[in-house]
């Protein structure tokens, strides 16, 4: 299981809001069954087309998700230290519609592999539950932020009547 000497245990403790309901060795157990990955700026996290075979925790920097519009790239989300980032296709297990990437030197994760994942609902349900929340909550806050933009240009296009 992971070593995270990097990793300092207070500084992941105050950013996650999955750790608010869990024990202090709660939280070790959870990063045990981590890895730390490192990414310099720009560098591709995970990318569309791929299925999630992970999930991420962001330590350190900061993720963007970038979906492809023909030519164009947009961003519609972002995530810093203490979020969570890759849920939607690790879940769903369809491939993705976003780049991930990130957006500063020194990006650092937490990796969660599925198989890892696989172990810790069975070795340590209750974590795994804690996590599940977290991850409806994520992807609740980014469905707002996309619904609130798409309802911003669609006063934008047609005025203020709809």
């Known amino acids: 299981m992971g070593e995270h000497k990097n990793i300092n245990l207070n500084e992941f403790l105050n950013q996650q809001y999955l750790c608010e309901a869990m024990t202090t060795h ?5 990063l045990d069954f981590t890895e730390e990955v490192q990414f310099k700026k720009n560098g591709i996290i995970a990318d569309i087309g791929e299925v999630g075979e ?4 962001v330590v350190e920097g900061e993720a963007a998700l970038l979906q492809q ?11 810093g230290a203490g979020g969570m980032i890759g849920s939607m296709s690790f879940f769903d297990r369809q491939p993705r519609s976003v780049r991930i990437i990130a957006m500063s030197d020194n990006t650092r ?8 994942y696989s172990r810790l ?3 340590h349900p209750f974590i795994a539950v804690n996590l599940l929340e ?9 469905f707002r932020r996309v619904s609130q933009d798409v ?3 669609s006063r934008y296009v047609y005025g203020g009547a709809r």
């Open 26 to 30: 709660e939280i070790q157990t959870l």
């Open 54 to 57: 992970a999930l991420y925790f």
């Open 69 to 79: 519009s023909g030519n164009e790239t947009v961003e519609i989300g972002r995530a």
């Open 109 to 116: 994760l937490l990796r969660l592999s599925r198989t890892m």
């Open 121 to 123: 609902r069975i070795e």
């Open 134 to 142: 977290d991850a409806i909550v994520s992807l609740d806050a980014l």
């Open 151 to 153: 309802a911003a240009f």
